[in-house]
């Protein structure tokens, strides 16, 4: 038996499913079912986990596999007594693709790449060591990057995993010292260590913000954070 939350985000995620292949975003999530923080839609995932309604993918941003549904709405989906669920879905949704038409053209060639230095690894998770020597190079291609140098770091932790960096992707940045609120930063503490991490601003002070609820936000006084790029893109080997 499923409570009325657990069932209304298994058909929210079942459509969203159905309607682009790519699952909802925690934000989405907890903005669908009408909850405050994204802790709650981590319990209800569990719930349906354990239930057996829906699988976690290893290794994966926002795999979610549906197992099954409910006998009262499979397969046809029509919730009992003719009361299905209006999720209010956000518009523009991050993830979301198109299925190609079957008379599409074949997409065109990739055009120029560039070559990208790979500078070490960057923590999304508890910092570790400032960024090191140039160790190798990426090849990206260039209508994927933004005017500006470019640097490419290894992710190592799961802080940023509800934004979609993952243990092991890794991330291309633009050289910067400055970003606005919001933004997804490489951040320099005490000039001794880095990390990956949503830049929010609060008067004097500095928030470096993990997308994950199993770590706080670090608020920092003046003078010690320095901002080394701001995120552009990333890629991740399977």
């Known amino acids: 038996m499923l409570t009325r939350k657990q069932h209304e985000l298994l058909l929210f995620i079942h459509e969203r499913l159905k309607e682009t292949g790519v699952p909802p975003s925690f934000d989405e999530m907890k903005d669908a079912l009408d909850l405050k923080s994204k802790s709650g839609i981590h319990r209800l995932i569990t719930a349906l986990e354990e239930r057996g309604f829906i699988r976690r993918l290893p290794n994966r941003a926002r795999a979610l596999e549906i197992v099954k549904l409910p006998e009262s709405v499979a397969p046809g989906l029509a919730a009992p007594r003719g009361q299905g669920f209006s999720p209010s879905v956000i518009e523009g949704s991050r993830g979301k693709a198109e299925a190609p038409s079957p008379s599409a053209p074949p997409p065109e060639p990739q055009g120029e790449t560039v070559s990208i230095p790979v500078m070490g690894r960057i923590a999304a998770g508890v910092p570790i060591e400032a960024i090191q020597s140039h160790s190798h190079t990426v090849s990206m291609p260039a209508d ?77 006084g003046p003078g010690r954070v320095r901002i080394q790029g701001k995120l552009v893109s990333l890629f991740r080997r399977y």
């Open 144 to 220: 994927l990057l933004s005017s500006g140098e470019h640097y490419a770091l290894e992710v190592r932790g799961d802080s940023m995993i509800d934004a979609g960096i993952l243990d092991g992707d890794t991330v291309v940045i633009r050289k910067s010292d400055s970003a606005e609120s919001g933004e997804i930063v490489v951040a320099l503490i005490d000039d001794e260590e880095a990390t990956l991490k949503r830049l929010r601003k609060k008067g004097a002070s500095i928030a470096l913000e993990a997308a994950n609820p199993a770590y706080e936000t670090r608020i920092f």
